[in-house]
């Protein structure tokens, strides 16, 4: 896997079905490098610090091999690296060959796999349809969040080099899995 662009964001209050939200979701490229801090990315807003950032949720990547999926669904989007609120747009993504606890150096840094991303109703803020949180829900697309066991500048061109390789574990796909599952059954009740 290779970094193909390091994204950050700053607080935007947008209203969305009748309601203000402020988010930091609307990520952009940077051509310099990015700070890989212990709870988030440095000069990256994150606003709602119950979902987003804090230790196990540092830094958050997506698969450009996602976006062509995305990009059908979504034609009247302007797809860019960043779109999907992540920090890192990595080339080749696949959540089922990625396991918790997995850990990757990273330019300086040193980073470990915790968990998928569960959507939220920014996501369909970004997206302008509020469908795009169970669209997200129903595919294994989730992106993966990483914990920073050393911090570390990150900058585009950057490989994820294994170190270790996590043992009787789930995968990201697997993890995410349950979560929808668990998601199901807790708005069916």
């Avoid at 988030?40 to 996602?66: L, P, T």
Wanted: overall charge positive; hydrophobic content about 35%; aromatic content about 12%.
């Amino acid at each position: 896997m290779k970094v193909l662009s390091v994204n950050i964001g700053e607080k935007r209050t947008v209203k969305w079905n009748n309601r203000v939200y402020e988010t930091g979701i609307y990520k952009y490229p940077v051509e310099t490098s990015i700070f890989l801090g212990i709870e988030d990315v440095e000069n990256d807003h994150v606003i709602d610090r119950k979902v987003h950032g804090g230790v196990k949720k540092a830094v958050y990547a997506y698969g450009k091999n996602h976006y062509a999926y995305w990009q059908n669904l979504y034609p009247d989007i302007e797809f860019h690296h960043g779109i999907f609120g992540e920090n890192l747009t990595v080339d080749n993504l696949d959540e089922e060959k990625i396991f918790v606890g997995d850990v990757y150096k990273l330019g300086e840094a040193i980073i470990e796999v915790t968990k998928p991303r569960e959507p939220c109703v920014k996501l369909g803020i970004r997206f302008n349809d509020s469908k795009m949180v169970k669209q997200f829900w129903n595919t294994s697309k989730s992106g993966v969040y990483f914990k920073i066991l050393q911090t570390g500048h990150v900058t585009k061109e950057d490989k994820f080099i294994l170190l270790k390789k996590a043992e009787n574990t789930l995968s990201i796909a697997e993890v995410y899995k349950t979560k929808k599952a668990k998601n199901k059954d807790q708005s069916s009740t």
